[in-house]
């Protein structure tokens, strides 16, 4: 059973940065894709980051330049590092894999940007 528990999120003013971990447990390797979505209330899901195997990482236009996603293979865990943050980047934020042709997430994790 493919699990996904993240953690990290809360409320930060703008300009602040937050971690958001996401720990991965049901068979997953590190060849396996992985990375965060996002859904603010009244829009769609959009998808923020990726690491899709065997490629390099890739962002969503919105925030390309200030979140980093990253692996820690040893402890199955994947992480979103979000600097210069904007108002517009307040969502419930989920991790998600793809693993035997589907997709898992996790419960999702807030993060609010506001002053």
């Known amino acids: 059973q493919v699990q996904l528990v993240e953690s990290g999120g809360g409320l930060v003013q703008p300009g602040g940065s937050l971690r958001l971990s996401c720990a991965a447990s049901?068979?997953?390797?590190?060849?396996?894709?992985m990375g965060w979505y996002r859904q603010a209330p009244g829009k769609q899901r959009e998808l923020v980051a990726a690491?899709?195997?065997?490629?390099?990482?890739h962002y969503s236009d919105s925030v390309k330049g200030r979140f980093t996603i990253s692996r820690d293979g040893a402890k199955n865990t994947v992480n979103l590092q979000m600097n210069s943050l904007k108002p517009e980047d307040t969502a419930v934020y989920y991790c998600?894999?793809?693993?035997?042709?589907?997709?898992?997430w996790g419960q999702g994790t807030q993060v609010t940007v506001s002053s």
């Open positions: 998600y894999v793809y693993k035997d042709s589907m997709y898992y």
């Open positions: 049901g068979g997953i390797f590190s060849t396996h894709a």
């Open positions: 690491m899709p195997s065997g490629g390099t990482a």
